[in-house]
């Protein structure tokens, strides 16, 4: 994934989740992230989706639980 | 009758699973064992007549902790887990809270100024000592429920252990719940409708399937999995599952009945879904956390041939629609929909003329409004107070959004009031697309609702959004979505 592309997912969880930049690492997960609901979680696969011209098989939005997964996931969409 | 004993009445036998999710399972032996443990132990050190508070998603500790609250003759006061942190600092100046009961992950948004509790140091159980619980009285209030509420300032819904059971025991009875049943719950405990999936599974033995999901198509694979024959959900629970995943071809083999309330759902997916769905019940349902949940429910068999409506009172419930001047409407007239039974609350928390404003001479003024059939079938056609006053006009948002939402694709609508300097309120639609792109055009759904709609219910603005805000209940968040309007409109008034 190409590194700009990796900045614009990280902005995209910023923007939705209102946290810095620097709190988004590949451990933060859905489980113990407060403001990460499921509410959030469709507005982010909405933005990716958008930004990126993709569609995200239902799978992979129920798989993407923490920030690590979701660039893992996104990878083979983005390659 | 303590509502705990209540709900353990009919156990079928200890070994038999009552808790399920990925973290493993709780028999209700398990289950029961846990809750008495911790109500003795509430009941030694605390006494009864304490508030407790509890905040947690949908997990075994919270379900241990609510019940042996209950059970120990104390007062569980539930809150959302995305309350603001000011609406939190309220409810603690305001409430006398003698310990809170808090999930790990929300731990930095309660005070210190209180004992606390997590799911790591619950207090460790005493040797079996028999505590005797009886003194704990019908009309004790069991929970208070803190309400969304449209006004933004949350009121505390005191619900005691009569309303309690007689509105587990409605429920029981119109859905035909058996010990056989097991839900799959996506909706919170902490709010009256994801709670009531909680008392009426307890209530008949039957099971719970705690469906945390990040993404609600998680929920079709636990219903699977589980072999669940229940699910609940509310309006945006059944959209976005029509509209993002592949509900409407899943087979569901094990489900015997959906549930829906907590807001009307647009007839295009009542239609949908039950078409989809012909052997299986679906249930619209109506009710407010002022009544403990349930009000009204539709029999499955009328849903096509009363089409949007909300049925009739549930056993035990007297369900009315009044004039102003107190009487029964006529077909076709407007009234106030009014409630009496059982389970009409208490009380607001600490607010004896909020209380008085809605419970007059023992029933619950709901201040929704609604219209009756020939057969007294009852249709909600809004809140009183969110109806729009336009051009000297009063009109029922629900109209409009029904309208715009039985168009091709439109997968979602709200209409709102907007203040304005001509017209009063200007009636503004907020929609969100079926399909990306969209499919359909602001002009074209302007022209749709031009040639159908009578001039002064015609919005003077369309909005598109991707995804609507949604309240902790999961209703779609008005009130959020008219700040961002002002706000917007604000700054182009500024930048212009």
């Known amino acids: 994934m190409a590194s700009f592309e990796e900045q614009t997912i990280k902005n995209i969880f910023c923007e939705v989740l209102c946290i810095p930049a620097e709190e988004i690492t590949d451990t933060l997960a859905y489980n113990s992230c407060v403001q990460w609901d499921s509410l959030k979680h469709l507005q982010i696969v909405a933005m990716i989706e958008e930004k990126f011209e993709i569609e995200i098989d239902m799978d992979d939005i129920i798989a993407m639980e923490n920030y690590g997964k979701v660039k893992e996931i996104l990878h083979k969409y983005l390659t | ?496």
Do not use: W
């Not at chain 2, 499955?300 to 035990?316: A, C, D, N, Q, V």
């Not at chain 2, 607001?348 to 209380?355: A, I, L, R, S, V």
């Not at chain 2, 309208?403 to 091709?408: E, Q, R, T, W």
């Open chain 2, 1 to 496: 009758m303590n509502f705990v004993d209540y709900l353990f009445e009919n156990v079928p036998n200890l070994y038999k699973e009552c808790i399920l999710s990925r973290d493993g399972t709780l028999t209700y032996g398990d289950l029961i064992e846990r809750v008495d443990a911790l109500a003795g132990d509430l009941a030694i050190k605390l006494g009864q007549g304490n508030e407790c508070l509890l905040l947690a998603e949908n997990t075994p500790f919270f379900i241990i902790v609510y019940l042996a609250v209950i059970k120990s003759g104390n007062t569980a006061l539930l809150v959302e887990t995305r309350i603001a942190d000011d609406q939190l600092a309220t409810i603690f100046r305001e409430c006398h809270i003698r310990c809170a009961f808090v999930q790990k992950k929300y731990l930095a948004k309660i005070p210190d100024t209180c004992t606390i509790f997590t799911e790591d140091n619950l207090p460790t159980p005493s040797p079996s000592k028999t505590i005797d619980f009886s003194s704990v009285k019908d009309d004790d209030v069991a929970v208070v429920i803190f309400t969304s509420g449209s006004t933004g300032t949350k009121k505390g819904v005191m619900l005691t252990h009569r309303n309690l059971c007689a509105n587990t025991g409605s429920i029981v009875q119109y859905l035909g719940l058996t010990k056989e049943d097991r839900i799959c719950a996506t909706l919170p405990f902490f709010y009256c409708y994801g709670a009531s999936l909680l008392h009426t599974h307890l209530r008949v033995g039957g099971s719970i399937v705690l469906s945390n999901n990040i993404f609600l198509a998680g929920a079709l694979r636990d219903i699977n999995t589980y072999a669940c024959t229940g699910f609940a959900g509310v309006p945006s629970t059944y959209q976005i599952l029509v509209n993002k995943t592949p509900f409407l071809k899943e087979p569901l083999p094990t489900l015997r009945l959906m549930q829906q309330a907590g807001g009307q759902l647009p007839n295009k997916y009542i239609r949908q879904i039950a078409e989809a769905f012909p052997e299986k019940h679906f249930f619209v349902m109506y009710g407010a956390t002022e009544a403990t949940a349930r009000l009204s429910y539709l029999p499955s068999g009328e849903i096509h041939t009363r089409l949007g409506s909300i049925g009739k009172g549930i056993p035990g419930v007297t369900l009315e629609v009044i004039d102003e001047k107190g009487n029964p409407v006529k077909p076709g007239e407007t009234g106030e929909i009014v409630a009496s039974g059982a389970n009409i609350m208490k009380g607001y928390y600490g607010d004896p003329e909020g209380t008085q404003s809605v419970i007059r001479n023992g029933k619950l003024f709901t201040g929704d409004l609604a219209t009756v059939d020939e057969d007294g079938y009852i249709f909600i056609i809004g809140r009183a107070k969110n109806i729009i006053k336009s051009g000297g006009y009063r009109i029922s948002h629900n109209e409009i959004e029904e309208f715009i939402c039985s168009l091709d694709g439109v997968a979602g609508c709200v209409v709102l009031g907007l203040p304005d300097e001509i017209m009063g309120e200007a009636i503004v639609a907020v929609i969100q697309p079926g399909n990306t792109p969209e499919t359909i055009s602001k002009e074209e759904i302007h022209q749709h609702c031009t040639k159908h709609l009578p001039s002064y219910k015609v919005p003077t603005a369309i909005h598109f959004v991707k995804e609507f805000p949604l309240n902790a209940s999961d209703k779609v968040d008005k009130q959020a979505i008219t700040a961002s309007l002002l706000s917007s409109k604000q700054k182009k008034e500024e930048g212009g």
